[in-house]
């Protein structure tokens, strides 16, 4: 495929990545685990492409978690080993689909019907298996306060012929949702309530390999609660608005934007671009909880992208019918979803183009 | 492939459509264009499958509608012609991009500047370029109550030597976000509105070959006033919860459903199921005009689809773990087009499978 010299040979729209910013990202966190002694292994959900993931290997990541299973074969057959599905898998069907994975797995459970299957239709080398706990985010998972039965599922595991237990895992998705200056408080008790657990797995006599914690925003602060073990965090690796927005990262460090062309202007202050919602999702925050615009125009204070219809993005402002913009998109997992390729860039220049291979993994 | 007999072959989650529905609302369709006498264009945007435009054209429309280039492409491929690309396209490329097409094709423009673009990009054949208006949606296109600007820039088409004024387009989106009950009304004045300016571009001196209006709620209603000629809705061949919720149809001709699991069920009245906004999109409503839930769970009026994460749907009522559910989606273009292939099916029968070809077509 022909690689333009420069993005105004791209077509759009496009996406593009400023490797520098991708690359602090990567080695920030990478850093920030180094330091504390644990173990991170990125979630690939985010970027979607070996590419990013073999940068995350060569600066020590132990593995890799993936959401679902077909996610996770992308990168096995791409050769990377020890692979975490994070998902409740549920039926035979989907732990076949495991089985087959050219790699080392692991897996999670959050109920002991969950772990009756898999223990069913696994065999060889057992399969080791994490207690999903929710720490507060009301999605899957044995809630936190609720010692006993983390405990139960925990031995449920043990006891399981074919099955391992492999400690505990948790994902503090609620902080997406938060105020600013809510984000390190919720860190904080995601390692906390998680270390707490393995204290009652272990005064129950079960060892707790991993104690394994991951989302970006609480990343820094859940890292500094000693005994976590393990950091899963996906979004760091690009960023976007709503690490902005909370506080995370300055602008500066979002990698990833949409690459865009006015290409109507009704009014001196609405113009609508060739990237809509089949570009940038409809998607505004984690989980749902949307806030603010659909994305920042960089360096264009001047212009909001304030709506999405399929394919166009209506912007409030005075822009110019044929003008190119760049814009950090509010979320970058579902961003990253929609496209095939995305461009790494250096500035203007285009580097290197990357097929998103895990695209529309969902089973 | 292999193709399973029933869906309970299929892994999940998988787009299911259902045969019978799908013939009724593309029959119903052909049927009211033909009784006003009106030509069908159906906009390709809704299923993005060549195996339903092939069943469009055996009803008798006349060619297909697209929101992109390279989503004509693939119907070019395919052998279909008379594509209407109905987008402002700008820049040289783009329209360098249309000429490439094999078929017949045309285009629209919403000012003098695009109308110059494709003028000087375009060769031999005249392009049939419309006049984009927009008659409330307040997106692209001259307004309807400036008749002068539409009328010069329907002079302007006629003036340009590569191009030929091909007629009046509209689309009336802003029936989406209506209450059922202003329906009737929007369709109305968007055919009114059309016809009105067609009838001021006339008093110029010019024809007016085509007067298109296009959306699936309003098309019923536009199709009646006498003077519009062309109809060019999209959705009506799938259905969704939109359509239900302003009344343009009952939930029985929706088509499209998510076959989805239950893969979760950490309290009594909560449940999680394996399709999430990677699955449903983040989008309730067109133009991002939110409604309601994410679907409707069909049979099933003890359970919501209330929100979504990436790759769980959040899920209100007595699920039980391992069930599964279909789910009627909120907005079906943007499901389809996260898909990478679509089954067909009478019941729990499956028929067929088809590729969504025109998935992610966003250039």
């Not at 990567?26 to 920030?32: H, S």
């Not at 975490?84 to 898998?89: E, I, Q, T």
Request: aromatic share 4%; charged share 25%; with cysteine.
């Amino acid at each position: 495929l022909n690689l333009p010299r420069t993005i105004a040979g791209l077509d759009t729209p496009a996406l593009l990545i400023e490797r520098s910013r991708l690359d602090a990202n990567l080695a920030e966190m990478a850093a920030l685990c180094a330091r504390y002694g644990v173990r991170l292994r990125p979630h690939v959900k985010t970027h979607k492409c070996p590419a990013i993931a073999a940068r995350q290997r060569a600066l020590g990541a132990v593995g890799l978690c993936a959401a679902k299973v077909s996610e996770a074969a992308v990168f096995a057959a791409a050769g990377f080993d020890d692979l975490l599905v994070a998902y409740p898998l549920t039926g035979a069907r989907k732990v076949a689909a495991l089985r087959a994975l050219p790699a080392r797995v692991s897996t999670l459970a959050d109920d002991v019907e969950g772990v009756r299957e898999l223990d069913a239709a696994w065999s060889g080398e057992p399969l080791p298996v994490h207690v999903k706990v929710d720490v507060g985010l009301g999605r899957v998972g044995v809630r936190w306060d609720r010692p006993e039965a983390v405990v139960a599922l925990a031995q449920a595991i043990d006891a399981a012929p074919n099955l391992r237990f492999a400690g505990l895992l948790t994902h503090a998705g609620h902080a997406y949702g938060a105020a600013p200056e809510d984000v390190a408080r919720i860190g904080r008790e995601e390692g906390e309530r998680l270390v707490a657990l393995a204290g009652a797995v272990r005064d129950a006599g079960l060892e707790v390999p991993s104690v394994s914690v991951g989302s970006t925003p609480t990343a820094r602060h859940a890292v500094a609660v000693p005994g976590v073990t393990e950091l899963r965090p996906g979004v760091y690796a690009l960023n976007d608005a709503n690490q902005v927005r909370l506080g995370v990262v300055p602008v500066e460090r979002c990698a990833l934007s949409v690459l865009t062309t006015v290409v109507s202007r009704p009014d001196p202050d609405r113009a609508f671009c060739d990237a809509g919602s089949k570009v940038f999702s409809s998607d505004r925050g984690a989980h749902g909880q949307a806030h603010g615009d659909h994305g920042l125009v960089v360096d264009r204070p001047d212009l909001r992208l304030v709506a999405l219809s399929e394919e166009h993005g209506w912007l409030r402002g005075p822009a110019r019918r044929g003008e190119r913009l760049r814009v950090v998109p509010a979320h970058t997992c579902p961003v990253v979803n929609l496209a095939a390729e995305v461009w790494l860039v250096d500035g203007d220049d285009v580097l290197e183009r990357w097929d998103v291979a895990a695209r529309g993994c969902v089973r």
